[in-house]
């Protein structure tokens, strides 16, 4: 069976609702204040009937609740919300992965009861730094204290498999402040760490800012002694950088993203979502009150293309090269039928002789000049030819 054409195991659900817009944020989301809260849960029922209905789901591996900022859903609202997503999608597996993305600034222990009843096994806290000043500077709600009491919350609840988002090259941030903002995290021992560069996105207030040269960016070299810093004090720390941005216990790599880096296929409901579902990429209407409406007519699709052979072997070597362990002859055998240096093999050994990637026993991965330079390396698997 080609990969593409698989029934998905993982789920991804979109709670668009925050209680302020990050100045860096280009995600669907939507102030929460005079939101339809209810309406859009509804809506969102509605939408998991109708896609059961059109592919009913198997065995479900992985479940993730992105936003937006889920964790502003109301105690009631949180065990309503999980509750549906139970009965459409019910899974009594132990190994199951539930994760669901939390702002410090929004969980307290009520919620997070809510949360640890209603099945979430894993959270991910948008931590982003340690530096109040830099949190207020990139609009973020929470402060450093808001942190600590988070995750002290989360530990008396019960939950155990805990990230934390970081962020480097942000206005302002000194190699300095990163490293005190990495000792004071990896000092709360959590078993993963999402670390990314800041990306300046059109539609953000930064955006705006860098256009009239208002945005007092670190310099290139201070950004990347950032990340090299990051990579050496986690290494240090035991952590295994499975993927360019996350790093690792043995064991505790996320499940759910794996899923997207190994091209597999997934449910992507919620209003502004992404799936890809028997070979069809969809995106879903973005604006509250038009999904809720859209809902009501059938599935609330903004558009769905099916996917090109072309474009599923370009998505499989961009994706799957930010995995650390690489991409794997036989994986591509078994999504296309094709083996990998047939497809590519020129440009495979062009990128070897400049030591962006290395041969392994099953394939190929990035080597640690490759992952500095990963967008170059991806680059030049567009548009080659599969004739």
């Not at 998905?8 to 204040?33: E, M």
């Not at 005079?34 to 992985?62: F, H, N, S, W």
């Not at 640690?368 to 004739?387: A, I, P, R, Y």
């Amino acid at each position: 069976m080609i990969q593409r054409e698989e029934t998905p195991q993982a789920l991804y659900l979109h709670i668009p609702f925050c209680t302020n817009k990050c100045h860096y944020c280009d995600f669907n989301s939507y102030i929460l204040k005079g939101q339809p809260v209810m309406d859009y849960l509804d809506a969102l029922e509605r939408e998991m009937e109708q896609t059961v209905k059109l592919i009913p789901p198997g065995e479900i591996q992985t479940i993730f609740v992105g936003g937006g900022t889920p964790t502003v859903l109301l105690p009631d609202q949180m065990e309503s919300f999980l509750k549906r997503v139970h009965t459409y999608f019910p899974n009594k597996s132990a190994e199951l992965e539930f994760s669901m993305e939390a702002n410090p600034g929004t969980t307290d222990k009520e919620k997070l009861q809510a949360m640890k009843e209603g099945g979430v096994n894993r959270i991910s806290f948008g931590v982003q730094s340690f530096d109040n000043a830099l949190l207020e500077g990139i609009g973020r709600i929470h402060n450093t204290d808001d942190v600590y009491r988070s995750i002290e919350n989360a530990r008396q609840v019960g939950f155990t498999n805990m990230s934390i988002d970081l962020m480097f090259g942000l206005p302002n941030q000194t190699v300095a402040a990163m490293n005190d903002s990495l000792d004071k995290a990896l000092a709360l021992g959590l078993p993963h760490y999402s670390i990314y560069g800041l990306k300046v996105e059109e539609n953000t207030l930064f955006h705006n800012l860098y256009q009239k040269n208002l945005l007092p960016l670190p310099d290139e070299d201070d950004e990347l002694d950032m990340f090299l810093l990051i990579m050496k004090r986690l290494k240090e720390a035991g952590y295994s950088q499975y993927e360019i941005s996350n790093f690792a216990k043995p064991g505790k790599e996320s499940r759910h993203n794996s899923m997207y880096w190994l091209n597999r296929s997934y449910y992507g409901l919620g209003a502004g979502a992404h799936g890809y579902m028997h070979g069809n990429r969809h995106v879903n209407i973005k604006g509250v009150q038009a999904y809720i409406d859209a809902t009501q007519k059938g599935r609330p699709l903004l558009e769905e293309y099916a996917i090109s052979e072309q474009e599923a072997i370009e998505d499989f070597m961009m994706v799957g090269l930010r995995l650390l362990s690489g991409v794997k002859r036989a994986d591509f055998r078994r999504q296309f039928g094709l083996e990998l240096e047939a497809v590519f093999g020129s440009h495979l050994n062009k990128l070897m002789d400049q030591k962006l990637l290395a041969a392994t026993d099953d394939g190929y991965r990035l080597t640690e000049q490759g992952v500095l330079l990963g967008n170059e390396v991806f680059g030049e698997f567009l548009s080659v030819s599969v004739e």
